[in-house]
DNA sequence: TAGTCGTGGAG
DNA sequence: TCTCCAAGACT
């Protein structure tokens, strides 16, 4: 607890930070704005922990429309649970890091099972639950349960970091700035409070030129003082990305099948469609073909970057008869496979291959 | 604990 | 072109 009364010297007050989102807080579709939650409208806790999750390390831009079509296709946690693991990890496709999807579904499935189909309101309750970390967990239960947890992200970070001119690097950092974050957060409007220093960081405080200038933090920012605040916060070096080099093979079937596979849960696009191949190492990789057939190579690599390597991919495509039969994966007819139901990397190798079938005719 | 785990937009 | 990085969790 601080006590700023008569301080000429305060710092940062969170009804600063509460005015200013009252004027200027984005809409989002999962979001209950200030003049809303005025009105006594609360926010679904279904809708806050799906938005908190898919946001996780996900822009606000690419977040949007999957949250749209996740909610269009299951409105609540009991619809969700009794989907099929396919069709959710298809509706997931193209949003990266696929865990979450999968505990996604253990989470609803377990709010279901184990608490009657209704969210824990509490911080503790809702760290026991899969996909469910601290982060989330705080701003699920400020968000959606009013309740003043302490919630740090990477928006928090940044922003006490700069109000408090803090120089040590991430994540080193992170407990630090976590006892700031805490010593500001208010007891009322604890969900406005965490949504406005988020709102905060991504649209003022921003990494690259923050625009202090019309921060209503301005005038307590001690890196804004000091002239630090584009140089915080501090990271320690990353290591830089192998290249990592695979072959995949699609094949086609006469009727318009498609031969894919189901990817393993856990690793690399655990429980994703994808293309029979080889696996991805630094070396030349060898692999044999999922099936016989006339291999032709596609003149072109598949390029595509993964948060710890480059990945090279070389594409083989043949087509087959309606009789063959595939030693690996399963022939997926053609009016069930969607082309968005597959990982990015999977749909470039797709598009390579279609390209590689309509110049052949 | 440090490594694993995606993607697309911005600069 | 390339690096950075966005509302992290899990192992």
Not at 207 to 221: D, E, M, N, T, V
Not at 226 to 241: D, E, F, N, S, V
Not at 310 to 333: M, S
């Amino acid at each position: 607890m601080r006590d700023d009364s008569g301080d000429r010297a305060a710092g940062p007050a969170a009804a600063d930070l509460l005015a200013w989102y009252d004027d200027h807080a984005r809409d989002m579709p999962w979001r209950v704005g200030p003049k809303d939650r005025a009105a006594q409208l609360r926010p679904d806790p279904y809708r806050v922990w799906l938005s908190e999750v898919m946001l996780q390390q996900t822009t606000v831009a690419a977040v949007t429309e999957y949250f749209r079509r996740f909610t269009a296709r299951w409105p609540n946690v009991a619809a969700l649970a009794a989907a099929a693991d396919g069709d959710v990890m298809g509706e997931w496709a193209g949003l990266g890091y696929y865990a979450r999807a999968r505990n996604l579904l253990k989470c609803a499935r377990a709010v279901v099972a184990d608490h009657g189909g209704v969210f824990p309101d509490t911080r503790e309750g809702l760290l026991s639950l899969p996909g469910i970390g601290p982060y989330t967990a705080a701003a699920v239960a400020s968000i959606a349960f009013d309740r003043a947890e302490v919630v740090v992200d990477g928006n928090v970070e940044r922003v006490m970091a700069r109000v408090y001119d803090v120089h040590t690097p991430l994540p080193t950092a992170k407990p630090e700035l976590t006892v700031l974050a805490a010593a500001l957060t208010p007891e009322v409007r604890p969900g406005d409070y965490a949504q406005a220093v988020m709102d905060l960081g991504a649209t003022i405080c921003t990494p690259k030129s923050p625009a202090c200038g019309i921060c209503p933090w301005r005038a307590p920012c001690l890196a804004r003082v000091r002239g630090t605040a584009a140089m915080l916060p501090k990271k320690l070096p990353k290591k830089p990305k192998p290249v990592r080099f695979g072959i995949a093979y699609v094949v086609r079937r006469a009727d318009g099948a498609w031969l894919l596979e189901r990817r393993p849960d856990k690793g690399l696009l655990g429980g994703m469609l994808g293309w029979p191949g080889s696996e991805w190492i630094e070396a030349v990789p060898e692999a044999a073909p999922p099936m016989q057939a006339e291999w032709s190579e596609v003149p072109a690599e598949a390029l595509h970057t993964f948060t710890h390597f480059h990945l090279r991919l070389r594409v083989h495509v043949a087509e087959v008869a309606i009789e063959a039969a595939p030693e690996a994966g399963a022939f997926l007819p053609a009016g069930e496979f969607r082309p968005s139901d597959l990982p990015t990397v999977m749909r470039k190798a797709f598009d390579l291959a279609q390209s590689t079938f309509d110049n052949d005719g």
